[in-house]
Protein backbone atom coordinates (compact mmCIF):
# COMPACT_ATOMS: atom_id res chain seq x y z
CA UNK A 1 0.00 0.00 0.00
CA UNK A 2 1.11 3.45 -0.96
CA UNK A 3 0.30 6.93 -0.52
CA UNK A 4 -3.32 6.43 0.29
CA UNK A 5 -3.32 5.35 3.58
CA UNK A 6 -4.39 7.03 6.80
CA UNK A 7 -3.47 6.44 10.21
CA UNK A 8 -6.02 7.67 12.34
CA UNK A 9 -6.19 11.65 11.44
CA UNK A 10 -3.65 12.98 8.78
CA UNK A 11 -3.21 11.35 5.17
CA UNK A 12 -0.27 9.84 4.46
CA UNK A 13 0.08 11.89 1.40
CA UNK A 14 -0.40 15.14 3.93
CA UNK A 15 2.27 13.65 6.26
CA UNK A 16 4.64 13.33 3.46
CA UNK A 17 4.06 17.17 2.46
CA UNK A 18 4.82 18.39 5.80
CA UNK A 19 8.19 16.48 6.30
CA UNK A 20 9.28 17.32 3.08
CA UNK A 21 8.01 21.33 3.97
CA UNK A 22 10.21 21.04 7.48
CA UNK A 23 13.20 20.16 5.71
CA UNK A 24 12.79 22.27 2.84
CA UNK A 25 10.88 25.76 4.11
CA UNK A 26 12.27 29.34 3.70
CA UNK A 27 10.84 31.37 7.07
CA UNK A 28 10.68 30.08 10.35
CA UNK A 29 7.03 30.36 10.77
CA UNK A 30 6.58 27.59 7.67
CA UNK A 31 9.40 25.26 9.71
CA UNK A 32 7.49 25.23 12.57
CA UNK A 33 4.05 24.75 11.09
CA UNK A 34 5.28 21.90 9.05
CA UNK A 35 7.18 20.29 12.10
CA UNK A 36 3.92 20.61 14.57
CA UNK A 37 2.01 18.71 11.80
CA UNK A 38 4.30 16.22 11.15
CA UNK A 39 6.33 15.62 14.30
CA UNK A 40 4.40 13.77 17.34
CA UNK A 41 5.49 15.49 20.61
CA UNK A 42 8.74 13.96 21.88
CA UNK A 43 9.50 12.84 18.26
CA UNK A 44 12.75 10.48 17.87
CA UNK A 45 15.31 11.13 15.08
CA UNK A 46 18.31 8.94 14.66
CA UNK A 47 20.81 8.94 12.18
CA UNK A 48 24.62 7.94 11.88
CA UNK A 49 25.70 11.57 12.67
CA UNK A 50 23.54 11.51 16.24
CA UNK A 51 20.51 10.71 18.77
CA UNK A 52 18.06 13.67 18.88
CA UNK A 53 15.16 13.80 20.84
CA UNK A 54 11.89 16.15 20.44
CA UNK A 55 11.26 18.73 17.84
CA UNK A 56 13.32 21.36 19.07
CA UNK A 57 16.56 19.04 18.93
CA UNK A 58 15.04 18.45 15.50
CA UNK A 59 14.91 22.16 14.39
CA UNK A 60 18.18 22.83 16.00
CA UNK A 61 19.82 20.30 13.87
CA UNK A 62 18.52 21.41 10.70
CA UNK A 63 18.73 24.63 11.50
CA UNK A 64 22.58 24.43 11.44
CA UNK A 65 22.29 21.73 8.25
CA UNK A 66 20.64 24.43 6.36
CA UNK A 67 23.15 27.47 7.57
CA UNK A 68 26.21 24.89 6.21
CA UNK A 69 24.80 23.73 3.71
CA UNK A 70 23.51 27.24 2.42
CA UNK A 71 20.87 26.41 0.09
CA UNK A 72 19.77 22.47 -0.45
CA UNK A 73 16.83 20.91 -1.31
CA UNK A 74 15.07 17.99 0.02
CA UNK A 75 13.62 15.39 -2.13
CA UNK A 76 11.77 12.03 -2.61
CA UNK A 77 13.63 9.44 -5.11
CA UNK A 78 10.60 7.67 -5.70
CA UNK A 79 7.13 6.94 -4.28
CA UNK A 80 7.10 6.80 -0.42
CA UNK A 81 5.79 3.64 0.81
CA UNK A 82 3.85 2.88 3.92
CA UNK A 83 2.08 -0.36 5.94
CA UNK A 84 1.24 -0.95 9.55
CA UNK A 85 1.92 2.79 10.50
CA UNK A 86 5.28 2.80 9.23
CA UNK A 87 6.69 4.51 6.47
CA UNK A 88 9.83 4.59 4.01
CA UNK A 89 11.21 7.26 2.22
CA UNK A 90 13.95 6.94 -0.27
CA UNK A 91 15.30 10.68 -0.42
CA UNK A 92 18.06 12.77 -2.10
CA UNK A 93 19.79 16.38 -0.83
CA UNK A 94 20.70 18.47 -3.92
CA UNK A 95 22.60 21.43 -3.38
CA UNK A 96 21.79 25.05 -4.61
CA UNK A 97 24.31 24.20 -7.69
CA UNK A 98 22.20 21.48 -8.71
CA UNK A 99 24.60 18.53 -7.31
CA UNK A 100 23.48 15.53 -5.45
CA UNK A 101 25.04 16.05 -1.71
CA UNK A 102 23.70 12.42 -0.43
CA UNK A 103 20.82 9.90 -0.35
CA UNK A 104 19.28 7.70 1.84
CA UNK A 105 16.11 6.20 3.55
CA UNK A 106 13.97 7.23 6.72
CA UNK A 107 12.13 4.67 8.17
CA UNK A 108 9.18 6.46 10.38
CA UNK A 109 7.07 4.92 13.09
CA UNK A 110 3.80 7.19 12.91
CA UNK A 111 1.50 7.71 16.03
CA UNK A 112 -2.20 6.88 16.54
CA UNK A 113 -2.77 10.57 15.13
CA UNK A 114 -0.97 9.87 11.99
CA UNK A 115 2.32 11.89 12.95
CA UNK A 116 5.97 10.79 13.01
CA UNK A 117 7.22 9.00 16.54
CA UNK A 118 10.19 8.45 15.01
CA UNK A 119 12.45 8.97 12.53
CA UNK A 120 15.52 6.25 11.39
CA UNK A 121 17.90 7.81 8.92
CA UNK A 122 20.04 5.48 6.92
CA UNK A 123 22.42 6.82 4.17
CA UNK A 124 22.27 4.92 0.81
CA UNK A 125 24.86 7.57 -0.26
CA UNK A 126 26.67 8.90 2.09
CA UNK A 127 28.01 12.88 1.74
CA UNK A 128 31.62 12.75 0.50
CA UNK A 129 34.36 12.58 3.07
CA UNK A 130 31.55 11.38 5.50
CA UNK A 131 31.65 7.57 7.07
CA UNK A 132 28.15 6.62 8.46
CA UNK A 133 29.62 2.84 9.68
CA UNK A 134 32.35 4.78 12.18
CA UNK A 135 29.97 7.97 13.24
CA UNK A 136 27.25 5.31 14.00
CA UNK A 137 29.10 4.03 16.63
CA UNK A 138 30.73 7.10 18.00
CA UNK A 139 28.53 7.96 20.91
CA UNK A 140 27.73 11.53 20.67
CA UNK A 141 24.96 13.44 19.61
CA UNK A 142 24.25 15.62 16.97
CA UNK A 143 25.05 18.63 18.23
Known amino acids: MTGTSTVQNLPFA ?4 AYLLFW ?10 AAETAFADGVAYRA ?8 EAL ?15 FRLRGRPQT ?10 IVTGDGDSFAEGTDILDLGEDGRIRSVTVFLD ?19
Open 14 to 17: QLVD
Open 24 to 33: NADTAEERDR
Open 48 to 55: PIGLLDGT
Open 59 to 73: TDFRERFVGHMDRAA
Open 83 to 92: HHARARLAWE
Open 125 to 143: RAPEGFDPETAAHEPHAAA
